[in-house]
């Protein structure tokens, strides 16, 4: 069963540092893996998505990493900004199943 | 505007008083899915559903049911609504599930008391 873990739990930063977001997964049979921002009492916007034939992409400030035969992926965030501050989530859709599993994501907290 | 609604947003209802939650895509997306979002527990998908016709369960179906019996439309029905139904459930859809980006709803919040 697949299963997606996400370090850290929560992460407090200062403004304008560069920072890594990590998710790992047990199943490396996927689809794609996306990784989201959800703001409190908010729906999920979705930030980046990786096709499970790539290695990252990239949008603005933000760059995601794709790794299948190691079951990982790292969100990027360049010169974060109190703006950035949210829950950061990631999901893999399963390659056996039509299942889309999150994880259970890392708050980040980016101080003036 | 692309966009996935979801009503009600809020809702506080009493054990037994069956109820459904709307979603309504108005991207002609092939893929809608339930979730429901509980602290702890994360998000854990409830139902989808591939396309019109086509409904399978997620990983915690128990006590919910769905229909799709249109491509915009994909209804979460409680037949017999219970206290540990309570949480905060998201409607989401995408163009296809292995390519496509996940779109969400903003949320019904639900209270069964």
């Known amino acids: 069963k697949q299963e997606v873990t996400q370090i850290p739990a929560a992460l407090s930063v200062p403004e304008g540092e560069n920072l890594v977001l990590n998710c790992s997964f047990t199943d490396s049979a996927i689809y794609n893996l996306q990784w989201f921002r959800q703001d409190p009492g908010k729906g999920l916007t979705s930030l980046l998505l990786?096709?499970?034939?790539?290695r990252e992409q990239t949008s603005g400030r933000l760059n995601a990493s794709l790794d299948k035969s190691s079951g990982r992926s790292t969100l990027y965030i360049a010169a974060s900004q109190p703006g950035d501050s949210a829950t950061y989530l990631c999901?893999?859709?399963?390659?056996?199943?039509?299942?889309?599993?999150f994880g259970t994501g890392t708050l980040l907290a980016v101080q003036p | 505007e692309a966009q996935v609604t979801q009503n009600p947003r809020y809702l506080i209802t009493v054990t037994g008083k069956k109820l459904t939650v709307t979603c309504s895509q108005n991207?002609?997306?092939?893929?809608m899915s339930w979730y429901r979002q509980d602290p702890g527990l994360g998000l854990r998908q409830i139902y989808y559903?591939?396309?019109?016709?086509?409904?399978d369960k997620g990983d915690v179906p128990e006590g919910y049911k769905v229909s799709r019996k249109e491509k915009r439309n994909f209804p979460l029905i409680l037949e017999s609504p219970s206290p540990n139904q309570t949480s905060l459930y998201f409607c989401?859809?995408?163009?296809?599930?292995?390519?496509?980006?996940?779109?969400f709803g903003e949320g019904s919040r639900l209270t069964v008391l």
């Open positions: 991207m002609n997306h092939e893929y």
């Open positions: 990786i096709q499970s034939s790539q």
């Open positions: 999901a893999v859709t399963g390659g056996a199943t039509n299942k889309l599993i």
């Open positions: 559903s591939m396309n019109v016709e086509v409904t």
């Open positions: 989401a859809s995408s163009s296809r599930l292995a390519t496509g980006e996940l779109f």
